[in-house]
């Protein structure tokens, strides 16, 4: 992927804030640019949605039952679908390395790649979400708490995500082993997750599932970048 | 004497050489006392007859699942920041070991399950994180032997060993934290709500898990440096 956003500022001291900012807007661009990948995303999200209806049968309760569970599925295996787009095209030409090299530190542009992965990946799902609990019949306070769950959920899934992918730049069959290494680490966020919507289904206070993915968040805030960045310099070591 | 004369991997390869032998022994001593007084001394239990001693196998499995998966990591940690071969070693040595205990930890659950509970599997979050535990062992092997360069692999998997360490106290603590169908822990420091015989034969095989467990790991080990360490001359002048 050539620079397509601004190069690099080349000023002597970098800062957490201007790499963070940088990475952001480049990674966003490039996915702006390229708007067919987030999109197939996307499609893929809303795809695997259809099917279930299909395949368990079109009963109105049944599908209101399993509406939250399925759309948490689906959003994971959205989440992991896009995860290789992460590093790996800039591990392949060199990029990555070069980004090492910058003033600014580490975590601070690995932090705004995943955000921008975040935007690109994660927000949609979101937002198209309260659309596929529709055709499952969820009711609006459901939908509501759904949508609460993953504007929590999928930053830690793009987190999660990150560090893994990082972990497998370079290895041999990194598609399946990528999916080895992400999904059982995406297993609390999916309880919950799915928790918390079906809680609220139960007309129980869907707060204690919120509650601990907005706690699992900011531990994986905290502690995700700078394992991302540790698997970044083993890959390029 | 040199207490990092044992941390390379010549030395340490005739060192686990002599060791491993001991550990089978002392495996094998106390796993047979333990299976005996598991499976003859031990009474029957009042509300669950027969089919309780299956936990002499079981609990013990389970324990040594987490805490070879912690020791694991505890190896993947001194490997990353002191960037030293053996440990390494040990972790993939580790590595397989910790698998077989959990997945020998949830066979024998099942079995349990099904006259107790009324079912091989439930999704109770005890079991739930117990198998999520094996998919990380399983990814650790993955990732460490995907690599043209093992150092590489090694480093990747001990950094995952890490953030897989996260899982550790959410599978301990689960009896407590939800509202399981698995039972609470009949064993503490405090003291224990068992029978003096079961927990007697319930500690011996816990001992001898743990004893095999180090045995198989320095064998694995020894292989593992062998391998490594081919073209060196030390490995040549063995044959």
């Known amino acids: 992927m050539n620079a397509a956003a601004a190069p690099m500022p080349a000023?002597?001291?970098?800062?957490?804030?201007?790499?963070?900012?940088?990475?952001?807007?480049?990674?966003?661009?490039?996915?702006?640019?390229?708007?067919?990948?987030?999109?197939?995303?996307?499609?893929?999200?809303?795809?695997?949605a259809t099917l279930f209806p299909l395949g368990v049968g079109a009963d109105p309760q049944l599908l209101a039952r399993i509406?939250?569970?399925?759309?948490?599925?689906?959003?994971?295996?959205?989440?992991?679908?896009?995860?290789?787009?992460?590093?790996?095209?800039?591990?392949?030409?060199?990029?990555?390395?070069?980004?090492?090299?910058?003033?600014?530190?580490?975590?601070?542009?690995?932090?705004?790649?995943?955000?921008?992965?975040?935007?690109?990946?994660?927000?949609?799902?979101?937002?198209?979400?309260?659309?596929l609990g529709l055709q499952y019949g969820l009711d609006a306070q459901t939908l509501g708490t759904l949508v609460l769950a993953l504007l929590l959920g999928t930053p830690t899934l793009s987190l999660l995500g990150a560090a893994c992918s990082a972990l497998a730049l370079g290895a041999r069959g990194s598609g399946v082993l990528l999916a080895l290494l992400a999904l059982p680490l995406f297993v609390p966020v999916l309880i919950f997750g799915a928790g918390a919507a079906e809680a609220q289904a139960a007309s129980l206070s869907p707060t204690p599932h919120l509650s601990l993915l907005g706690a699992g968040l900011i531990l994986?805030?905290?502690?995700?970048?700078?394992?991302a960045c540790t698997a970044i310099r083993i890959a390029l070591d | 004497m040199n207490f990092y004369y044992f941390s390379s991997p010549s030395?340490?390869?005739?060192?686990?050489?002599?060791?491993?032998?001991?550990?089978?022994a002392l495996a094998l001593v106390s796993g047979i006392a333990g299976m005996y007084s598991g499976f003859v001394v031990a009474p029957t239990d009042a509300q669950q007859g027969e089919v309780y001693r299956v936990i002499f196998i079981h609990v013990p499995a389970a324990w040594m699942s987490m805490f070879t998966y912690f020791v694991m990591a505890c190896y993947g940690a001194v490997s990353l920041t002191f960037n030293t071969r053996l440990a390494a070693m040990m972790a993939r040595a580790l590595a397989p070991t910790g698998a077989?205990?959990?997945?020998?930890?949830?066979?024998?659950?099942?079995?349990?399950?099904?006259?107790?509970?009324?079912?091989?599997?439930?999704?109770?979050?005890?079991?739930?994180?117990?198998?999520?535990?094996?998919?990380?062992?399983?990814?650790?092997?993955?990732?460490?032997?995907?690599?043209?360069?093992?150092?590489?692999?090694?480093?990747?998997?001990?950094?995952?060993?890490?953030?897989?360490?996260?899982?550790?106290?959410?599978?301990?603590?689960?009896?407590?934290?939800?509202?399981?169908?698995?039972?609470?822990?009949?064993?503490?420091f405090k003291g224990t709500s068992m029978h003096v015989a079961m927990l007697w034969a319930m500690l011996l095989m816990m001992f001898s898990f743990w004893m095999y467990a180090i045995g198989v790991a320095l064998v694995r080990c020894r292989t593992i440096i062998l391998e490594r360490e081919r073209r060196t001359q030390w490995v040549r002048s063995l044959t």
Not at chain 2, 100 to 109: E, K, N, P, R, S
Request: with cysteine; glycine share 10%.
């Open chain 1, 11 to 48: 000023a002597a001291g970098g800062s957490f804030g201007a790499g963070f900012a940088w990475a952001f807007s480049r990674d966003l661009t490039l996915s702006l640019r390229h708007p067919g990948e987030a999109l197939l995303v996307v499609a893929f999200f809303v795809l695997v």
């Open chain 2, 11 to 24: 030395t340490f390869y005739r060192l686990a050489g002599k060791l491993a032998p001991w550990f089978f």
């Open chain 2, 100 to 188: 077989m205990f959990t997945f020998v930890a949830l066979w024998t659950g099942a079995f349990w399950g099904r006259p107790t509970w009324g079912a091989y599997w439930v999704w109770d979050a005890r079991l739930t994180s117990e198998l999520v535990l094996l998919f990380l062992y399983i990814g650790f092997m993955a990732l460490a032997n995907s690599f043209e360069d093992a150092r590489r692999g090694d480093r990747a998997a001990a950094l995952l060993a890490l953030i897989g360490l996260v899982n550790l106290p959410i599978i301990y603590f689960s009896v407590q934290w939800w509202n399981t169908l698995h039972q609470g822990s009949s064993v503490s």
């Open chain 1, 67 to 131: 509406g939250p569970g399925v759309i948490w599925v689906c959003a994971l295996l959205a989440a992991f679908l896009s995860l290789p787009g992460l590093f790996a095209g800039d591990y392949a030409d060199g990029t990555l390395e070069q980004m090492t090299l910058s003033p600014h530190p580490m975590p601070g542009w690995v932090a705004g790649k995943i955000a921008a992965h975040w935007v690109a990946s994660g927000l949609p799902l979101t937002v198209l979400s309260p659309l």
């Open chain 1, 220 to 227: 994986a805030t905290m502690g995700l970048p700078f394992a």
